[in-house]
């Protein structure tokens, strides 16, 4: 069955890094887009990333932009994301879904559980 | 790119329906018929319950139902059930490579 396991949260404090990581397996990693979507707490879904099945296409929302990078290695069956200068507004649980295309914007068929990150002094 | 409108809360009784709107701009929904839903019980995983404006995955019960109207789409759950009580979320393709979501919408079954 389609498994899609996050980790790497944590606490941070803000201007630092994180790498958050999304072990996939149970389907043909290297044949869909990967999305990262995140929760801030009491609010709704955000979308804030996607990356084509071949690692190629990246695109971004425009509220982390220059300060997220997603990729993937399809040979590990894994998803990445790293945050650069964490911000307090980056509090949120994170989640990794599969897209139902190749190249994205189909709609996320499977969503991980999440792994939460909480920016704080 | 700002998010779609959804109400914050909608309600109903079991065996009723219930309709939730997610109203966008002629950019997103009016453009693209990539518009999603997703229901959300908290701390669990979100759940695509329609895809491509009205296209209901497999497993996906047929009480679940999903349209579109100029820049709104809209889900309909028929025939409520406890188990239907979750957030749901719409979300919708904007162009220049953007995924906008709403801001969720709280299904409380009476």
């Known amino acids: 069955q389609v498994q899609l396991v996050e980790s790497g949260g944590g606490a941070v404090q803000p201007g630092r890094s994180l790498r958050l990581s999304c072990a996939a397996s149970?389907?043909?990693?290297?044949?869909?887009?990967l999305h990262w979507v995140r929760q801030a707490p009491g609010k709704g879904l955000e979308w804030v990333a996607l990356?084509?099945?071949?690692?190629?296409?990246?695109s971004y929302a425009d509220s982390v932009r220059g300060r997220v990078t997603i990729s993937r290695d399809n040979s590990k069956n894994t998803l990445y994301l790293q945050i650069n200068s964490l911000r307090v507004e980056d509090t949120a649980m994170y989640y990794c879904?599969?897209?139902?295309?190749?190249?994205?914007w189909g709609g996320g068929d499977f969503w991980g559980l999440g792994t939460l990150v909480t920016v704080s002094s | 790119q700002s998010a779609l409108t959804q109400p914050p809360s909608a309600s109903g009784s079991p065996s009723q329906s219930v309709t939730i709107s997610c109203t966008g701009t002629?950019?997103?929904?009016?453009?693209?018929?990539?518009v999603s839903w997703y229901q959300h019980h908290p701390g669990k995983a979100p759940k695509l319950i329609i895809s491509?404006?009205?296209r209901r995955p497999s497993g996906v019960p047929d009480r679940f139902s999903g349209s579109k109207s100029g820049n709104t789409a809209s889900l309909t759950v028929s025939r409520l059930q406890a188990e239907d009580e979750a957030d749901y979320y719409c979300?919708?393709?904007?162009?220049?490579?953007?995924?906008?979501f709403g801001g969720g919408t709280r299904l409380t079954v009476l």
């Open positions: 979300s919708s393709y904007a162009g220049n490579n953007n995924l906008v």
């Open positions: 002629s950019s997103d929904i009016g453009s693209y018929n990539y």
């Open positions: 491509d404006v009205t």
């Open positions: 149970g389907f043909t990693f290297s044949s869909y887009a």
């Open positions: 990356i084509s099945n071949g690692g190629y296409e990246k």
């Open positions: 879904a599969r897209d139902r295309y190749t190249s994205g």
